[in-house]
Nanobody, 126 residues
Framework: QAELAESGGGVVETEGSLRLSCVASSRIISGYTMAWFRQAPGKEREFVAA???????FYANLAEGRFTAIRDTTKSTLYLQMERLKPDDTAVYYC????????????????????WGQGTQVTVGE
């Protein structure tokens, strides 16, 4: 069972930057797909970005050009570097993991991820 722990959230001004981290505790994490989702107040949780252990990252439209998903397999860690943050980015950001390399058609689907962290709050002020 993979255990995931997010950190790095906080309060930042518009156009500011934050770097989120997700550390996976399972020793078999090297084969996992890891992803970031977020849930804003009053809205459904949505896909942000994902990385397999190989290949390029996947991004939702909301993340393109501003967010970068970086995976360090030696540390079992997935980072989300967020730039030019906007108030609409205010949300709880969740890390998720699946025990295989997901396909491009499913990598952004919440239901295929059985492992979730507790989330970290990101608040972007006006």
């Amino acid at each position: 069972q993979a255990e995931l722990a997010e950190s790095g959230g906080g309060v930042v001004e518009t156009e500011g930057s934050l770097r989120l981290s997700c550390v996976a505790s399972s020793r078999i994490i090297s084969g996992y797909t890891m992803a970031w989702f977020r849930q804003a107040p009053g809205k459904e949780r949505e896909f942000v970005a994902a990385r397999r252990t190989w290949g390029s990252p996947f991004y939702a439209n909301l993340a393109e050009g501003r967010f970068t998903a970086i995976r360090d397999t030696t540390k079992s860690t997935l980072y989300l570097q967020m730039e030019r943050l906007k108030p609409d980015d205010t949300a709880v950001y969740y890390c998720a993991a699946a025990s295989s390399s997901l396909t491009a058609s499913t990598i952004g689907t919440q239901s295929v991820y059985p492992y979730w962290g507790q989330g970290t709050q990101v608040t972007v002020g006006e």
